[in-house]
């Protein structure tokens, strides 16, 4: 009689029950698919914290060629063109693999571990750069624990911002990727004005307490408003039998290649060609860096009236061209137009890819997974993109530019083909319409 009695079992689980109930319970509210809120101090304040995310992770790889340029003068280590080139590389490619891991402990509602450890291992990983003297030391700290930590950042940032937007969801990305235009312009002046002064070890330091500050932005404000209410895999199977998803990939794929090579040798050109001299070579990628802030402002918005795919694919093929144009350079004016231009529409090419897997992605609980996943397959795209554009350059005076912007143009006008195939898969051939 007593082993059934409700009120003498009850002190034993329930505890535990109500706790495991309530937990369910905010599972199942968080993964409701309620419609995004579009606006409002909450979602504005994650787009700010995304633009502080992106101001350390893009924005420490898009001023590489900073670094680029700086080892090529063998003041720190020798190594040749396509060895440096390994570490951004690999710095990029971690940057998109680490999504394969960060986008399903996003879904799961990770957030705050995922910045919190992205944050210390991109500021672990510069102050071990500013103790580095040998190439080994360099790749390991700035190629594989910045990257790391910078993929931990990364596919989170751009998989929740789709949750809070819905018809300004171009424009909010555009505006948060911006801060990787902004950091790459800062960190190339900061690096440039302080090398000669007090040397490259306090000059990455002084990076490091930049990245320290603005990552508190988000610890401080980011929110997680959809999470899946279950445990899901790392890999969504089913993206493999998504033509469109799998073909926007393979774009990215190749856009990445692309974007590599004008990412590492932007500064290393007009100083290898004398058509500048050192100290404005180095602000060349802040100059590019500052024509890409419209480039991911002004195109997003655009996408918001007229698609994402009919705003990526021409301004693609457009990149691809102006890339063939460097090898009509022969002047600094003609360098600072060049950097200008093609900095605008690299960062239609950097902005607008999480857009199009958000997009190409139908359950909303399942964004983390497919952009970390569609992200670390491109991502394969940045690590060759780099050490090839090294081998097809050379060294010494043996060095082959001609075939290092063909290499790069042709990519990603080849790139953009892709992307056509994909808007017709989705939308057919009609140009008149939303796609």
Request: with cysteine.
């Amino acid at each position: 009689m007593n082993a059934m009695d409700p009120a003498r079992t009850a002190p034993q689980v329930d505890g535990a029950a109500t706790d495991k109930e309530t937990r369910t319970r905010e599972l199942e509210n968080s993964a409701k698919p309620t419609a995004p809120p579009n606006g409002g101090l909450i979602a504005w304040l994650q787009v700010v914290s995304g633009f502080m995310l992106f101001f350390n992770t893009w924005g420490m790889i898009t001023a590489f060629s900073v670094f680029q340029t700086y080892y090529e003068s063998g003041e720190l280590f020798k190594a040749s063109s396509s060895d440096i080139s390994w570490i951004g590389s690999i710095q990029s490619f971690l940057l998109q693999l680490t999504g394969l891991i960060a986008g399903p402990l996003y879904d799961r509602g990770y957030l705050r571990q995922l910045l919190s450890t992205g944050s210390f291992m991109v500021v672990f990983g510069l102050m071990m750069l500013s103790l580095s003297t040998k190439y080994w030391q360099a790749l390991l700290s700035q190629g594989f624990c910045v990257g790391i930590g910078a993929g931990l950042l990364f596919v989170p940032t751009v998989s929740l911002l789709p949750t809070w937007f819905s018809t300004h969801i171009g424009l909010a990305v555009g505006i948060a990727s911006s801060g990787s235009s902004l950091g790459g312009v800062i960190y190339p002046i900061v690096l440039s004005r302080l090398i000669p002064q007090v040397g490259f070890p306090w000059a990455v330091r002084c990076i490091g307490f930049i990245a320290l500050a603005t990552f508190v932005v988000p610890l401080a404000l980011m929110r997680v408003r959809v999470r899946a209410p279950k445990p899901r895999a790392v890999v969504d199977w089913s993206a493999f039998r998504d033509a469109p998803f799998l073909l926007f990939t393979l774009g990215v794929l190749i856009i990445f290649i692309g974007n590599s090579v004008l990412l590492f040798y932007i500064s290393f050109y007009p100083v290898d060609k004398a058509i500048t001299n050192t100290s404005l070579a180095f602000y060349t990628a802040a100059i590019m860096n500052a024509g890409s802030v419209l480039g991911r402002i002004l195109p997003n918005a655009l996408s918001d009236r007229i698609g994402v795919f009919n705003t990526i694919t021409p301004f693609t093929m457009l990149l691809g061209v102006t890339m063939l144009c460097l090898l009509a350079v022969r002047n600094t004016a003609g360098m600072v137009v060049e950097a200008v231009v093609t900095g605008f529409f690299s960062g239609v090419v950097i902005a607008l890819p999480p857009v199009c897997f958000a997009v190409l992605t139908e359950n909303e609980s399942m964004v983390g997974t497919r952009i970390g996943q569609g992200f670390a397959i491109a991502g394969l795209g940045l690590l060759a993109g780099g050490p090839g554009a090294g081998g097809i350059l050379g060294t010494g005076e043996s060095r082959d530019w001609t075939g290092l912007w063909v290499y790069g143009g042709v990519c990603m006008c080849g790139a953009s083909l892709v992307l056509v195939c994909v808007r017709v898969m989705r939308s057919g051939l009609a140009l008149n319409i939303k796609a």
